[in-house]
T-cell receptor, first 118, second 114 residues
């Protein structure tokens, strides 16, 4: 199998606080994980690519100091939304690449985390 | 820049019937991959089917098949014998070979009526 989990599934926080979201590959090692953001009734937009043991690569327009990504092990990547504001409220989805190279790549997605900032 | 377009925001189909979801994309590259993902109400993205651009044969997975027209840059998904559990958002996605980035279309909401 290829199962990816996310925790928490839902989080509500106050404006100005930081929130950490975990993404785990449960039955495979993932050297590369991805973080997406999905606004209501919209598509998924890639925020950043997370590589184990190195710095994440952020997409244009994504603030790396606001969305901190850590990929400390082959099964865990974390996304921390720092000083969250209401406009950060969204659905955050991670995925993990199973496979050693791009051609064998299939991305398996986590169930997502609903973030609401009050 | 590569783009993916799904021109049907919503589609509906009767149970046991067949429905086709459209997807077009724009790229100047020749080596890439195309995907259809399903997002049910649980929001869990599930890979439905995948097509390598270098393959002429259309991919099939049980009741799901694609019509891949490379020259027309079209990649439609056909769902045969539709089931109630097929109701979901369906996203078409593109990935250039030797890259990681998936580019998604805006999605098509499929309703299945009994």
């Amino acid at each position: 199998g290829a199962v990816v989990s996310q925790h928490p599934s839902r989080v509500i926080c106050k404006s100005g606080t930081s929130v950490k979201i975990e993404c785990r590959s449960l039955d495979f090692q993932a050297t590369t994980m991805f973080w997406y953001r999905q606004f209501p009734k919209q598509s998924l937009m890639l925020m950043a690519t997370s590589n184990e043991g190195s710095k994440a690569t952020y997409e244009q327009g994504v603030e790396k100091d606001k969305f901190l990504i850590n990929h400390a092990s082959l099964t865990l990547s974390t996304l921390t939304v720092t000083s969250a504001h209401p406009e950060d409220s969204s659905f955050y989805i991670c995925s993990a690449r199973k496979g050693a190279g791009f051609s064998s790549d299939t991305q398996y997605f986590g169930p997502g985390t609903r973030l609401t900032v009050l | 820049a590569q783009t993916v377009t799904q021109s049907q925001p919503e589609m509906s189909v009767q149970e046991a019937e067949t429905v086709t979801l459209s997807c077009t994309y724009d790229t100047s590259e020749s080596d890439y991959y195309l995907f259809w993902y399903k997002q049910p109400p649980s929001r869990q993205m599930i890979l439905v089917i995948r097509q390598e651009a270098y393959k002429q044969q259309n991919a099939t997975e049980n009741r799901f098949s694609v019509n891949f027209q490379k020259a027309a840059k079209s990649f439609s998904l056909k769902i045969s014998d539709s089931q109630l559990g097929d109701a979901a958002m369906y996203f078409c996605a593109y990935r250039l070979d030797n890259t990681d980035k998936l580019i998604f279309g805006t999605g098509t909401r499929l309703q299945v009526f009994p």
